[in-house]
């Protein structure tokens, strides 16, 4: 990907606003470690805080959910071949930086869109893997509870990242329409082979874009605190 202008990042900005900047809750300050509910009081500093502890849970649970799905459904040969065959991830066309350059000269605020691009975008993904994960004969209560808890834990996270950037727009309480033209496809009655397959893909991909969103977040707050040595 060739490194995105500051006029680029603009122009995505304006095109994607109305989808990224959802009419969310936005969340606030109860005091228990780890929660996220809503508050206008909270700083940008704890807010921040808080969704980078969203963040990393969401991704260890991410690779848990992999891993158990890994290895109760999916032969060892096949594993070696989830991006081939057009099992590409869906977040691939998002204007998403994806080189140590790139993402070392992008802005605070369009790391945040990057963020809230990727949340949103897993968000009806998931939802659509709880229903198909209920049809698999065998999987066990813990996969459906790991995956319905993902689920959850993104929109606490995607109302999180969004007052997070109406803070350092200072844009008050913003609202805007949700685009409900979503990124993902859905396929009619695939066979059992493909259904695995592409749900082994999702879950291959989303906890992808869960370490993406993890270091994105992290790298903001290094630089809300040590500008100049953040790597």
């Known amino acids: 990907m060739n490194m995105m202008t500051v006029k680029q990042q603009g122009v995505w900005a304006a095109l994607l606003w109305p989808y990224l900047l959802t009419a969310s809750i936005p969340l606030d300050c109860k005091e228990e470690q780890g929660s996220l509910s809503r508050c206008p009081s909270i700083s940008q500093e704890k807010l ?9 849970l969401i991704y260890r649970v991410s690779e848990e959910s ?19 065959a057009g099992y590409a991830c869906i977040t691939k066309a998002l204007p998403i930086p994806s080189s140590k350059s790139e993402i070392q000269q992008i802005s605070d605020t369009w790391l945040l ?7 949103q975008s897993w968000i009806e993904p998931l939802v659509y893997l709880q229903t198909t994960l209920d049809r698999y ?22 109302q999180g990242v969004v007052v997070l950037i109406r803070k350092m ?11 409900e033209q979503g990124l993902f496809q859905y396929d009619a009655q695939p066979d059992m082979l493909e259904s695995v397959m592409r749900d082994y893909t999702l879950l291959s991909c989303f906890k992808k874009d869960a370490h993406k969103m993890e270091i994105f977040l992290k790298l903001l707050k ?5 500008k100049y040595n953040c790597a």
């Open 66 to 84: 992999c891993s158990m799905f890994e290895e109760m459904f999916v032969p060892f040969p096949l594993r070696l071949q989830r991006n081939q």
């Open 222 to 226: 290094c630089r809300q605190t040590d």
């Open 48 to 56: 921040l805080d808080r969704v980078i502890q969203h963040a990393e």
């Open 169 to 179: 727009l200072d844009e008050g309480m913003l609202t805007a329409t949700y685009n």
């Open 113 to 119: 869109h990057s963020v809230l691009m990727l949340v």
């Open 137 to 158: 004969d065998n999987a066990p209560d813990m996969l459906l509870n790991k995956t319905k808890w993902v689920s959850d834990k993104l929109i606490s996270l995607e």
